[in-house]
C-alpha cells in the first residue's frame, strides 16, 4: 500500500504569514492527490485536487504543487480561518486511499 | 446542493454490531461511487470503504476488512456500512463522502457531518 507522509505535523504562524505543507508518498502517484482542510469538530473539506487544481469557492491563497512523489500545500497570507488541521491524500488506483498523518496549523 | 446526512452511530459493546445509513441529495446519486472514511478520536482520517455506482464492486481497508460491509439503494439514495464484530479501536467518527471522478481513484468532493460510534464494555 501507498504510505503518505506529511512534515511537519504541527506548524505555529502568525496571521500574515506564508506557510508549506509538505506531503510524500512512498511511491509515484503521478499527480493524484488531493488536499483537504479540517476545521475543529467539523468534516473535512476539498481544497486543491490533481495536485495542484484549485476548488472552486477556495481563496486563491491557498495552491498546490507536485508530481511523482513530492508535494506541497502554501497558504499565502495566513488568514483567521486558516488555522485548522491540513491532510493530503493519494488516489492512484480504484481500490485503496490513503491520508497523511495531518498537520495542524496553530496561532504563534 | 448536495447533501449527505449520516445516522446510526451511538454506543455499541465489543463484538456487538451496528449499521449505518447516509442519505444523499443534490447529485444524481446512481451515477456516484460512495465512501465511508473514519477519523478517532484525536486521530487522522482512514479511508473504510468503497461501493461503485451500481453496488457491484466493493473495496475495504485492510482493518476492516472481513467484519464491514458496504452496500447501496439507489432507489433510496442512500449508502449503509454494516459494522460487525466491532473493536475497540473502530470507535470514530465516521463520515460517508461522495467521490468526484478525477484519474484513477477519484478523490472526495462533499462530506456528511460525520456521525459518532463508540465501541466500550
Known amino acids: 500500500d501507498i504510505q503518505m507522509t506529511q512534515s511537519p505535523s504541527t506548524l505555529s504562524a502568525s496571521v500574515g504569514d506564508r506557510v508549506t505543507i509538505t506531503c510524500r508518498a512512498s511511491?509515484?502517484?503521478?499527480?493524484?492527490l488531493a488536499w483537504y482542510q479540517q476545521r475543529p469538530g467539523k468534516a473535512p473539506k476539498l481544497l486543491i485536487y490533481?495536485?495542484?487544481s484549485l476548488e472552486s469557492g477556495v481563496p486563491s491563497r491557498f495552491s498546490g504543487s507536485g508530481s511523482g512523489t513530492y508535494f506541497t500545500l502554501t497558504i499565502n497570507s495566513l488568514q483567521p480561518d486558516d488555522f485548522a488541521t491540513y491532510f493530503c491524500?493519494?488516489?492512484?488506483?480504484?481500490?485503496?486511499?490513503?491520508f497523511g498523518q495531518g498537520t495542524k496549523v496553530e496561532i504563534k | 446542493q448536495v447533501h449527505l446526512v449520516e445516522s446510526g452511530g451511538g454506543v455499541v459493546q465489543p463484538g456487538r454490531s451496528l449499521r449505518l445509513s447516509c442519505g444523499a441529495s443534490?447529485?444524481?446519486?446512481?451515477?456516484?461511487?460512495m465512501h465511508w472514511v473514519r477519523q478517532a478520536p484525536g486521530k487522522g482520517l482512514e479511508w473504510v470503504a468503497v461501493?461503485?455506482?451500481?453496488?457491484?464492486?466493493?473495496y475495504y481497508g485492510d482493518s476492516v476488512e472481513g467484519r464491514f460491509t458496504i452496500s447501496r439503494d439507489n432507489s433510496k439514495n442512500t449508502v449503509y456500512l454494516q459494522m460487525n464484530s466491532l473493536r475497540v479501536e473502530d470507535t470514530a467518527v465516521y463520515y460517508c463522502?461522495?467521490?468526484?471522478?478525477?484519474?484513477?481513484?477519484?478523490?472526495?468532493?462533499?462530506w456528511g457531518q460525520g456521525t459518532l460510534v463508540t465501541v466500550s464494555s
Open positions: 463522502a461522495k467521490e468526484r471522478y478525477n484519474g484513477p481513484g477519484n478523490y472526495y468532493d462533499y
Open positions: 443534490g447529485f444524481i446519486f446512481s451515477d456516484i461511487g
Open positions: 461501493v461503485s455506482m451500481d453496488g457491484k464492486v466493493q
Open positions: 511511491q509515484t502517484i503521478n499527480t493524484w
Open positions: 490533481e495536485a495542484s
Open positions: 491524500q493519494q488516489y492512484n488506483s480504484y481500490s485503496t486511499w490513503t
